[in-house]
């Protein structure tokens, strides 16, 4: 089984910036995909952003299109995503997620593995 474990989550003004980093044993395949969810209390996962193990393909959900960037460095086995403009409507837990064959999916009953989340809080 693949472990996720992501770091990278705080407090942070609204217009401020964080980068979440998910480190993942292995990746399962070349053709495995990766995505980073988040969920609010009271709300349902919804999907952020994902990627490719090639990354040469990305995709994201519209409500972060410019304002976050989701990358991946395959030598260190670690997925990121850059989060600009924050607004309190980002606030929630922040989950990375594999699988093992693509593409990407927004369903979250899609994905393989999922990392235990991270905490973003943004102020306002």
């Known amino acids: 089984q693949v472990q996720l474990v992501e770091s990278g989550g705080g407090l942070v003004q609204t217009g401020g910036s964080l980068r979440l980093s998910c480190d993942i044993s292995e990746w399962p395949s070349m053709t495995s995909v990766m995505a980073w969810f988040r969920q609010a209390p009271g709300r349902e996962r919804e999907f952020v952003a994902g990627i490719t193990q090639r990354g040469d393909t990305t995709s994201y959900t519209d409500s972060v299109k410019g304002r976050f960037t989701i990358s991946r460095d395959s030598a260190k086995n670690t997925v990121y995503l850059q989060m600009n403009s924050l607004v309190p409507e980002d606030t929630g837990v922040y989950y990375c997620?594999?699988?093992?064959?693509?593409?990407?999916?927004?369903?979250?009953?899609?994905?393989?593995?999922w990392g235990q989340g991270t905490q973003v809080t943004v102020s306002s």
């Open positions: 997620a594999v699988r093992t064959i693509g593409p990407v999916y927004q369903l979250p009953d899609w994905w393989d593995d």
